[in-house]
T-cell receptor, first 111, second 111 residues
Framework: RKEVEQDPGPFNVPEGATVAFNCTYS??????FFWYRQDCRKEPKLLMS???SGNEDGRFTAQLNRASQYISLLIRDSKLSDSATYLC????????????FGQGTELSVKP | DAGITQSPRHKVTETGTPVTLRCHQT?????MYWYRQDPGHGLRLIHY???????DKGEVSDGYSVSRSKTEDFLLTLESATSSQTSVYFC??????????FGPGTRLTVT
């Protein structure tokens, strides 16, 4: 079993739609959580950290459920420019700076 | 964006030859990382460094070595390249263990 698992996608949605991505992690020692965005043939970039109380950044909302070991990302009012692969990432306690990446979920927003 | 560059950006080499990839950062970041990204596997950590001359193995370190003699440079060497090492290689750096900024990637093909 992979340590971080995501919906395989691809998600094809029209502009203006709301889309949600899910991620589960298997290591209960996971302590920090992130969503990264990766455009085609580009490097990953940090989209947002995920906090226990949930957090929002504009149209993006991230949620964490530690009991279920589940992370989500909600994108409202999708834009064409949101088309990318979204990577769920966790950091494990006592493993220094090592981040564990999910395989990513591809999003394609259509006009 | 953090100032992280990788060289070369593209390389084609033959099986059995040694190859060195360079990562250079201008942010004075303490932590540096090398990943490879392959379809079906996502990003996997090869080696990382938590200071000059301080390095440790990641999950896919076999066949790779690293060196960090200066804060700004982190070198990845494929001692004897194999076709299974054809991949996209990303370098990352960060001031803390929880933030990572990625370079643009190196596409390596081993024939």
């Amino acid at each position: 079993r992979k340590e971080v698992e995501q919906d395989p996608g691809p998600f094809n949605v029209p502009e203006g739609a709301t889309v949600a991505f899910n991620c589960t992690y298997s290591n209960s020692a996971s302590q920090s959580f992130f969503w990264y965005r990766q455009d085609c043939r580009k490097e990953p970039k940090l989209l947002m950290s995920v906090y226990s109380s949930g957090n929002e950044d504009g149209r993006f909302t991230a949620q964490l459920n530690r009991a279920s070991q589940y992370i989500s990302l909600l994108i409202r009012d999708s834009k064409l420019s949101d088309s990318a692969t979204y990577l769920c990432v966790v950091n494990i306690r006592n493993q220094g700076g090592k981040l564990i990446f999910g395989q990513g979920t591809e999003l394609s927003v259509k006009p | 964006d953090a100032g992280i560059t990788q060289s070369p950006r593209h390389k084609v080499t033959e099986t059995g030859t040694p190859v060195t990839l360079r990562c250079h950062q201008t942010e004075n970041h303490r932590y540096m990382y090398w990943y490879r990204q392959d379809p079906g596997h996502g990003l996997r950590l090869i080696h990382y460094s938590y200071g000059v001359k301080d390095t440790d193995k990641g999950e896919v370190s076999d066949g790779y070595s690293v060196s960090r003699s200066k804060t700004e440079d982190f070198l990845l060497t494929l001692e004897s390249a194999t076709s299974s090492q054809t991949s996209v290689y990303f370098c990352a750096s960060g001031a803390s263990s929880y933030e990572q900024y990625f370079g643009p990637g190196t596409r390596l093909t081993v024939t």
